[in-house]
């Protein structure tokens, strides 16, 4: 599996956010403390929004600890709007083109987890995709096939919509195949203004989600701790694991939910996936 | 394009087939003479048979002239069947997975050459090819779907009827997306026994490809020349430019011709695209 | 050898820089028109002043016209200080930390060239080195022990003079090794501030060295020239070969100068070695 | 630190030896059990003896667990002297030529541990590498500087001497810069025939070290495990942590000696530095 955070808020400095926080995202590409495995050494991703309305993204096949490049990007970078990823494999070849975050156009999208019996599937997903996009693919992950899906059922429309029913069209393949629980996820969207996050599995067993709480009311019970400074109010951070001990700095993400954030708004509905019967 | 070479007779060390010739396939990656590209530097690979009836396959993103890694296995493996490629990309990521040559069971496949304009026909191609197989594709280039069509049409079963198919249904695909010359190939593949090499293009002006000449004649005729002694009377290579100046040592493959390797025996058959109404 | 480019002036984008010239550094990796080699595959590095007086680097040790992640950082940093490198090693070995520039603090250093017989050399010019500083060398170039050389001779408090006496030592060094010409070079470093350029060898036929003429003429001359609008009157380019063919843009920097770049103001000066026993 | 394996004995296949035991040294790079860390990421390199005195390398940057070019050689490749070693670095960079093992002619040398702070002593140890020798040093670690020490000592004569001046160097000039433990070390050498093995560390508490036991006495106490047949008796392996947990299979190097395996012949000799003064 993977371990992600999706940043959102007063422009921060890379570095502030990939490496200084005691249990950062590169710390844990080593030593994840709830990753369904320790170590997320199989390549990384950061994709940021800088100059234009299309975001920088920067990927890498070797492990975030050692890349040197990530580091002094990071060290330059500022941003306001930042998905990081670190990924640990389930079976597709360690490349570049199979790093998350996936990109197309202004939009982001990440995802730990898998979807199940992939092999036995992936042939009726990809037939499900706008063949106008179809070829856009460039690596071999079922997260890049599950983007392809939603952008197909109209990510750009209406997100959660076309989650929904990406989500569904897996669920129903896979049984169709014989796979008991086609899906386990957690993914993040943006476009640059607006990132939905989602928690879902087939088994309602998902992995590990959580977001920041309020700031300005951890800054005033915390009020010697420097990394809550400089942030803006409505900075909001939704990550696998948290970056810290910070008691009350940190809420789970409820079971199969899809939690929205806008500025400093966040809100979090059910997630129900949409049968492609329903949705037709 | 890219550049290839298909070795079989006496067992080899591989130092001496891709280092040793004045104009080794490791010199033509920095300066091909006959390449559209002098410069394929865009990752390479080699595939050799050794103990097993898979062969071994050794590919990287590094320029050929580069790689520490293939010096040191080249000095180390003997076979008695290689193929060996250097890439230079037309497009699609410089990835291990893009690289040749690609295996299936004891087939290996390489191609120099495209598939004209891709995107327009990737998925109509990718559809043709066996769903048990798909899953398979590990890449995203052309070449690797052109294998998997081969493979759908039976290659394993007769290969030179298996390739008429692909290319005649490449041919069809293309020109039904308004493209005028569908196709631009070089290909060899083998089982480990045979090697089958073709060199086709829709417009009829295929990249070069040359096969060496009888040996024991050679070698009456340079009795001096190191290189001839210590190879058996039937080995042949198949390449896309002459590895060195040797007069008489080389013979172009016509165009439009399946050539056929089978220990020391040569054959050149008419090789004529078969279209898919015909193929049904 | 090598290719290089040093701007300074107002903020660029680096893709501007790097990537639209008609010769840009990026084109020159595969087709250089005037290095001694044309194809400068073996890695690559950029340096660029942002939010830190110690510069970004970011090096790589694939062809540049290949890297994903140089196109993404160079389409979102803007800097008013940039040098860049394209590599064509001469033997060292192809890994990042052998990639220019070179960076200590808030300087930076390439270097086009080499010194001749290195191998024969090198414990001499590293046993020269200030002993605080030697165990900071990470790679096993001759240019990244020049730079050392270089820093040791006191090049923060004066370029000119340290260069002259690193390249006086370098030269009395090969001499008692029997090396008829030790070194050749066409170099840059910077402060961030000001940028040195050496251009020398000592056979006196040094590799081609051009800086930009004034912009602010040149704007005149091309009013339709849509390149030379936005950038600064005190913009100026330091470049191993020209970045395009427009007539009067580039003028050759002499044989055996050194080139200083503050601002607009531009000056040459004679450049000579300077013996270790003139320096004591 | 690193983790390493030495094998002498009949001709395996390197997959057998690298991937196929319980607690391999693939399994070790993801999941170390003694290690003092348990991941070791940061590269791996194997050596092996084939058709020549010189023995092949093979080393690479990526984690051992995701190359797939290892996995390949390893089916291929069959070699009755293996050493391989995965790093965990220390600090120095990620680079092909900081990866063990490392070779002179027909010696490879590898090393778990580190010489403590480095940085401080380098340049008196460099300094005392015979300078004929010191240009082939291609890396920055402690262990190519200890190895080409050892060479420097005589390490082709006399290993043993060779490398206990070596650590007396070592110890002393650490000493004399205020370093209070300033070695800690597993080392194995070989010159393809004899394999040395040493286990020592300043403070007496040495990383661990593991020697196989008689393998004809193991194949009679278990007659249904199948990996002991096929071995002759006179193959031996020393690893930094045992590869399975058959009972009796494996025995601890006592602290402060050297281990000998010459064919199927195991001597344990105590190990003291030698300091430079008694060695002059």
């Not at 939910?257 to 500025?263: A, D, E, I, K, M």
Request: aromatic share 10%; net charge negative; charged share 20%.
């Amino acid at each position: 599996m993977c371990r992600w955070l999706a940043y959102s808020g007063s422009p921060v400095c890379l570095e502030d956010l990939l490496y200084k926080p005691q249990n950062s995202l590169v710390v844990q590409s080593k030593h994840s403390r709830m990753g369904a495995e320790t170590t997320n050494g199989d390549g990384f991703g950061v994709g940021w929004y800088g100059r234009h309305t299309v975001p920088g993204i920067f990927r890498s096949t070797e492990p975030a600890w050692n890349d040197r490049n990530l580091r002094e990007l990071s060290s330059q970078a500022l941003s306001g709007r930042v998905f990081a990823h670190i990924r640990a494999s389930t079976g597709s070849p360690v490349q570049q083109s199979n790093c998350h975050p996936f990109r197309r156009g202004e939009w982001l999208w990440m995802h730990n987890g898998l979807i199940r019996d992939f092999h036995l599937v992936k042939r009726d997903l990809v037939l499900e995709i706008d063949p106008e996009l179809y070829p856009e693919i460039e690596g071999s992950t079922d997260s890049e096939v599950f983007f392809y899906l939603a952008l197909s059922y109209g990510l750009a429309a209406d997100p959660p919509a076309a989650v929904a029913r990406a989500v569904g069209h897996i669920e129903e393949t896979g049984r169709r195949h014989g796979v008991e629980h086609p899906i386990q996820m957690t993914v993040a969207t943006t476009d640059g203004v607006t990132t939905w996050a989602f928690r879902y599995s087939s088994e309602g067993q998902s992995r590990s989600l959580f977001h920041s709480t309020d700031i300005s009311t951890l800054r005033e019970q915390y009020p010697d701790y420097p990394l809550l400074h400089g942030l803006s109010d409505d900075t909001r951070l939704v990550v696998s694991e948290p970056l810290g001990d910070l008691h009350g700095a940190w809420r789970e993400v409820p079971e199969s939910t899809c939690l929205t954030v806008r500025g400093g708004q966040m809100d979090i509905a059910d997630f129900t996936p949409k049968a492609p019967r329903a949705a037709a």
